[in-house]
């Protein structure tokens, strides 16, 4: 079969995987896998589940060429996200970064702290889907440098723990990789699992609306492209008026 090839997003950024919850260029099961490239350096956001790594890897290669990814930075734990990352950690060259606890739970392929084990067994993914454990650097939150452009590490808890988002400000637009915290059209995903809080969830989201988005990259979806804090503002005046935020799935 023919791959469809990555898609680029902004300037800066390449989708390089992608599953059915969004434009399917890579496993069924992946998450959106995003390449910001700073020209003297480039990083992943997220993994996609491992199930179509090298598929990633060359998408990433096809925008690249000889240049290397420098690190694969995680949103959270869970497999869609974090499965592919000791493949394409091991693939590109590249170091793995997530916040603790995330950090821990990738770095031990620990499927119960994922969720991955209950998630397979209600069949959301396959028996092959088992992520192999890998070394992985607590990120720290503020600035890091990208190359030529500044990413933001944002602690932002409330989907799962460990959760973060990253920002890039970049010839006047601010791009946000918003992983399972916010969908287009203020969607959020509230999960059943221990460590999904509401509290949190809605705290994080007002932060994250509070930096005024241009670009919107979410974990899963539509990206979007200009005019993004209004999407975050739809998910906070439903915050606002004590409701839950429409689910990813509506
Ligand atoms: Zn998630």
């Given at each position: 079969?023919?791959?469809?090839?990555?898609?680029?997003?902004?300037?800066?950024?390449?989708?390089?995987?992608?599953?059915?919850?969004?434009?399917?260029?890579?496993?069924?099961?992946?998450?959106?896998?995003?390449?910001?490239?700073?020209?003297?350096?480039?990083?992943?956001?997220?993994?996609?589940?491992?199930?179509?790594?090298?598929?990633?890897?060359?998408?990433?290669?096809?925008?690249?060429?000889?240049?290397?990814?420098?690190?694969?930075?995680?949103?959270?734990?869970?497999?869609?996200?974090?499965?592919?990352?000791?493949?394409?950690?091991?693939?590109?060259?590249?170091?793995?970064?997530?916040?603790?606890?995330?950090?821990?739970?990738?770095?031990?392929?620990?499927?119960?702290?994922?969720?991955?084990?209950?998630?397979?067994?209600?069949?959301?993914?396959?028996?092959?889907?088992?992520?192999?454990?890998?070394?992985?650097?607590?990120?720290?939150?503020?600035?890091?440098?990208?190359?030529?452009?500044?990413?933001?590490?944002h602690?932002t808890?409330?989907?799962?723990?460990?959760?973060c988002c990253f920002?890039?400000?970049?010839?006047?637009?601010?791009?946000?990789?918003s992983?399972?915290l916010?969908?287009?059209?203020?969607?959020?995903?509230?999960?059943?699992?221990?460590?999904?809080?509401?509290?949190?969830?809605?705290?994080?989201?007002?932060?994250m609306?509070?930096?005024?988005?241009?670009?919107?990259?979410?974990?899963?979806?539509?990206?979007?492209?200009?005019?993004?804090?209004?999407?975050?503002?739809?998910?906070?005046?439903?915050?606002?008026?004590?409701?839950?935020?429409?689910?990813?799935?509506?």
């Amino acid at each position: 079969m023919t791959w469809p090839a990555p898609v680029r997003l902004t300037p800066r950024v390449t989708l390089v995987g992608s599953g059915s919850l969004g434009f399917g260029l890579t496993d069924a099961h992946d998450s959106h896998v995003y390449l910001l490239d700073g020209v003297t350096d480039a990083v992943l956001v997220d993994a996609g589940c491992g199930l179509a790594s090298a598929r990633i890897a060359a998408n990433v290669r096809a925008c690249l060429g000889a240049r290397p990814v420098s690190r694969i930075y995680l949103t959270h734990a869970h497999a869609d996200h974090a499965g592919g990352a000791a493949d394409l950690a091991e693939q590109l060259g590249a170091t793995v970064l997530a916040l603790a606890p995330a950090a821990a739970i990738v770095a031990t392929a620990d499927e119960e702290a994922s969720g991955l084990r209950t998630a397979r067994q209600a069949g959301v993914y396959p028996e092959g889907l088992r992520p192999a454990p890998v070394p992985v650097t607590p990120a720290d939150p503020g600035d890091v440098a990208v190359g030529k452009v500044t990413l933001e590490v944002h602690p932002t808890p409330g989907h799962a723990a460990g959760h973060c988002c990253f920002s890039v400000r970049d010839a006047g637009t601010r791009t946000l990789f918003s992983g399972d915290l916010v969908f287009s059209r203020g969607r959020v995903a509230v999960l059943a699992t221990a460590d999904s809080d509401l509290r949190e969830l809605d705290r994080s989201l007002r932060a994250m609306a509070a930096l005024a988005p241009d670009v919107l990259l979410p974990g899963h979806g539509t990206p979007v492209l200009r005019e993004a804090h209004t999407h975050l503002q739809t998910a906070v005046s439903h915050l606002d008026r004590a409701e839950l935020p429409p689910g990813l799935l509506s």
